[in-house]
């Protein structure tokens, strides 16, 4: 009998998500500021909410718990939830950068909702569907990363 290996196929594609993000943020600020950009706290904040928005959910679908989709779709609809106010403190703003701010945290907690859930939808159905849903879905994460690669290399070098 062999070893399922989409458990392990499921996480290799949160890995990549990792590294893509991190090389994003690397890419974009110029390879010779590195070493200034790993010492920044924003680098860390950015890394720890790329690896919880990519691997609690897939944790969360593991789980054979009965709550596991309250958790699983329930955690994008609670980051839903300030936004209204984003949009409320947006609209009445009257200083000079002050809407900044608010549309920065919407934008954020309304990605962060969506990347959630598709993370969570993705590692719940691939457990159940074929293993070439899953090379699919790790093959399409390398296409993109080679084209963010792609871009930024082509910037930085020409």
């Known amino acids: 009998?062999?070893?399922?290996?989409?458990?392990?196929?499921?996480?290799l594609a949160v890995i990549i998500e990792n590294i893509a993000v991190a090389l994003a943020m690397i890419f974009t600020t110029g390879l010779e500021n590195l070493f200034e950009l790993i010492e920044q706290p924003v680098f860390?904040?950015?890394?720890?909410?790329s690896i919880v928005l990519s691997a609690v959910p897939v944790m969360i679908?593991?789980?054979?718990?009965r709550l596991k989709d309250r958790f699983g779709y329930g955690i994008p609809i609670l980051l839903l939830l300030p936004l209204p106010y984003f949009i409320y403190d947006y609209?009445?703003?009257?200083?000079?950068?002050c809407e900044?701010?608010?549309?920065?945290?919407?934008?954020?907690?309304?990605?962060?909702a969506i990347i959630f859930a598709i993370f969570y939808a993705i590692s719940v159905y691939a457990r159940k569907w074929n293993i070439k849903f899953i090379i699919y879905v790790i093959a399409a994460e390398i296409i993109l990363f080679g084209g963010i690669f792609a871009y930024f290399a082509s910037s930085y070098f020409f």
């Open 1 to 11: 009998m062999e070893i399922d290996k989409r458990p392990f196929y499921i996480w």
């Open 44 to 49: 860390s904040v950015v890394m720890c909410f």
């Open 61 to 65: 679908s593991r789980s054979n718990s």
């Open 91 to 97: 609209n009445t703003c009257t200083g000079k950068l």
């Open 100 to 112: 900044l701010g608010p549309a920065l945290l919407g934008i954020t907690f309304t990605l962060s």
